[in-house]
C-alpha cells in the first residue's frame, strides 16, 4: 500500500497535477536523500542530533536510575507518594521551557539537552522504582543462601532481573528523547536534523527538506524496530527462566 | 494513576499536602534562580506580565487561538481514531498488519512533517490544526484499541443476543466497554495536540501562544515570555486535570 501510495506520489508528479514546490516527487527526493549522505554538512548534523540525544538520555538514565533505585527501597507509602506524583508531572509539556532556556544559555546544546534530560529522567525513575521494588523476595534470599557479596549479588541477581521490568522506562525515554530533540532543534537550533529541515523550508529547498524527513523518518523506525525486537528478547526470557 | 487514586483513598491527606509541597518548593526555586541570573523573571513580574496580558488582550486571544485549533485538531482526530481503532480490533487481519505501522508511526518525531503542512495549507489556523490531529492521532487510537480489546466478549455476546443492530452493539456496548481506556487516549491526545499546536505556532503561524512566546523571545522580553510560558503550561494542566477529573468519576 506504501509502494502505490509513492507510485501515485510520482505519477501525480510526473504529469504535473501536483506543484513540484510543494510536492516534489518521490524519485527525486531519493537522489536528494543519496547525495546528502555524502555531504559533510548533513554528517554534522546528524552527528550533533546524536549527540544531543545521548548526552540528554545518558543524564536523564543516570539520574532517573539513581532516586528510582533509592526509592525502590523506601518504605511503600513515601514510594507511592513520589510515583504518584512523577506520573502527574509527566502531564507537563516540558518542551515550552526551551525559549527561557534558550534566553539562559544562549544558542548551544545546553537547552536542548536539558529538556531531553528531563523527559527522560520520569519515566526512567518510574520505571526503575517500580521495577525493583518488584523483585521478588526469592531473588533476595537466593543471595543470601549463595553467601554472594553485594556486588556480586548486585551485578549476578538485581540487574538481571531488573533488565525486563526497567526496559520498558528506558525506551519510553528514547523515544522521547528523540522525538524532543528532533522538535526543539527544528523550532530553533544552529544545527541538527531538526534544524536542516526548517532551514531547507525557509530557503525553499525543497528536494533537500524531503530528503532529510525521509532519512529522519527511517532513523525512527530502524530505532524503534530495533527497541521492540529486544524488548521482545528480553520478555521471552523473563517468561523462559 | 490509579497508584496516586489508590494511595490517596489510603491516606487522604498525604496527595495534596505533598502535592502542595512540591509546588511550594518550585515556587521558593524560580524566586532563586530568578534573583540569580536576568534572564529569568521572578514570579513576581512574570504574574503583573500575566495581568497585563489579559487587560491588554493579547494573552486571552493569543490562548483562545491556540485552544480553538487545539480543540478542531482534536476533534479531527479523535473521529479518525475511532474508526481507525474499531477497524483495526474488529479484523484480527488487519489489526496484526497495521499494529507495528501504527507504532511506527508513533515513533517519528511529527513536528518535522510541519513545513509540509504550512506548503498545503498556508500560515493559517488549517496547517496547526492538521499537525494537532497527525499527533494527537497515535495515543488515542492506541489506547482506543487497547479499550476495545478490552471489551469482555459476553458483553458483545449479550448485545447481540438481545436483538441489538450492528451499530447499536457498536454504540452500547464497545463504545462503553472501551470508555476508560479511551479517556486515556483523549487526555493524551488533548495534551499532544495543544503542545503540537504551540510548537506549529512557534514555529511560524499568523496567531497563538506560541506566536506570543516567538514574540517574546525575538524582543528579549523576559517577562512577557514567562508569562506566555506559564499560561501554556496552566491551559495543559487544566485540560489534563480536567479529562482526569471526568476518568475518576468513572473509575468510581
Not at chain 1, 502527574?88 to 534558550?102: D, N
Not at chain 2, 506566536?211 to 499560561?231: E, I, N, P, R
Request: proline fraction near 4%; charge should be positive.
Amino acid at each position: 500500500m506504501l509502494l502505490g501510495l509513492v507510485a501515485a506520489w510520482e505519477v501525480a508528479g510526473r504529469a504535473g497535477a501536483l506543484d513540484p514546490l510543494t510536492w516534489s516527487r518521490p524519485s527525486v527526493i531519493g537522489l536528494e536523500a543519496g547525495r546528502l549522505v555524502n555531504e559533510t554538512e548533513f554528517i554534522w548534523d546528524v552527528e550533533s542530533s546524536i549527540l544531543n540525544i545521548a548526552y540528554g538520555f545518558s543524564v536523564g538514565v543516570a539520574a532517573g536510575a539513581l532516586v528510582g533505585a533509592t526509592f525502590s527501597r523506601a518504605p511503600t507509602a513515601i514510594r507511592g507518594s513520589l510515583l504518584g506524583w512523577l506520573a502527574a508531572v509527566q502531564g507537563i509539556p516540558f518542551i515550552v521551557f526551551y525559549p527561557v532556556l534558550l534566553t539562559v544559555f544562549g544558542l548551544t546544546r545546553m537547552p536542548i539537552v536539558s529538556i531531553v534530560a528531563l523527559v527522560v529522567f520520569i519515566p526512567v525513575t518510574l520505571s526503575v522504582a517500580i521495577g525493583l521494588s518488584s523483585i521478588s523476595n526469592e531473588y533476595l534470599r537466593l543471595s543470601r543462601v549463595l553467601l554472594l557479596s553485594r556486588r556480586q549479588a548486585i551485578l549476578k541477581i538485581y540487574l538481571p532481573a531488573a533488565v525486563p521490568l526497567v526496559f520498558p522506562g528506558l525506551r519510553l525515554g528514547f523515544s522521547l528523547a528523540l522525538i524532543s530533540t528532533i522538535g526543539m532543534e527544528f523550532i530553533v537550533a544552529s544545527k541538527g536534523l531538526g534544524y536542516r529541515v526548517a532551514e531547507s523550508y525557509h530557503a525553499f529547498a525543497v528536494e533537500q527538506m524531503y530528503a532529510v524527513i525521509v532519512w529522519i523518518c527511517a532513523g525512527a523506525v530502524v530505532v524503534n524496530s530495533l527497541l521492540s525486537w529486544i524488548e521482545g528478547r528480553l520478555r521471552q526470557d523473563a517468561v523462559t527462566t | 494513576m490509579s497508584l496516586s487514586v489508590s494511595l490517596s483513598r489510603r491516606v487522604p491527606w498525604q496527595g495534596p499536602l505533598l502535592g502542595t509541597g512540591v509546588a511550594i518548593a518550585a515556587l521558593l526555586l524560580w524566586l532563586l534562580v530568578s534573583s540569580l541570573t536576568p534572564y529569568i523573571a521572578s514570579p513576581g513580574s512574570t504574574l503583573s506580565a500575566i495581568a497585563e496580558g489579559v487587560r491588554s488582550g493579547f494573552l486571552t486571544s493569543a490562548a483562545r487561538a491556540s485552544l480553538s485549533a487545539t480543540l478542531a485538531g482534536f476533534a479531527l482526530a479523535s473521529a479518525v481514531s475511532l474508526g481507525l481503532s474499531y477497524m483495526l480490533a474488529a479484523n484480527s487481519f488487519l489489526g496484526k498488519v497495521f499494529t507495528p505501522v501504527l507504532h511506527s508511526y508513533g515513533s517519528l518525531p511529527h513536528i518535522i512533517f510541519l513545513p509540509i503542512l504550512l506548503m498545503v495549507f498556508g500560515t493559517g489556523t488549517s496547517s496547526k490544526v492538521a499537525m494537532a490531529a497527525l499527533v494527537a492521532v497515535f495515543p488515542m487510537t492506541v489506547n482506543m484499541i487497547g479499550g476495545l480489546a478490552a471489551v469482555p466478549r459476553t458483553w458483545l455476546k449479550m448485545g447481540r443476543v438481545s436483538g441489538g443492530s450492528r451499530l447499536r452493539v457498536i454504540a452500547k456496548v464497545h463504545v462503553r466497554g472501551a470508555l476508560p481506556s479511551m479517556l486515556v487516549g483523549l487526555r493524551l491526545g488533548f495534551g499532544s495536540a495543544f503542545l503540537a499546536v504551540v510548537i506549529s505556532e512557534f514555529f511560524g503561524s499568523d496567531s497563538g501562544l506560541g506566536v506570543a512566546m516567538a514574540a517574546a523571545y525575538g524582543s528579549l522580553d523576559y517577562a512577557k515570555l514567562s508569562a506566555v510560558v506559564v499560561m501554556t503550561l496552566l491551559i495543559s494542566l487544566l485540560g489534563n486535570s480536567v479529562i482526569r477529573l471526568v476518568e475518576r468519576r468513572l473509575d468510581t
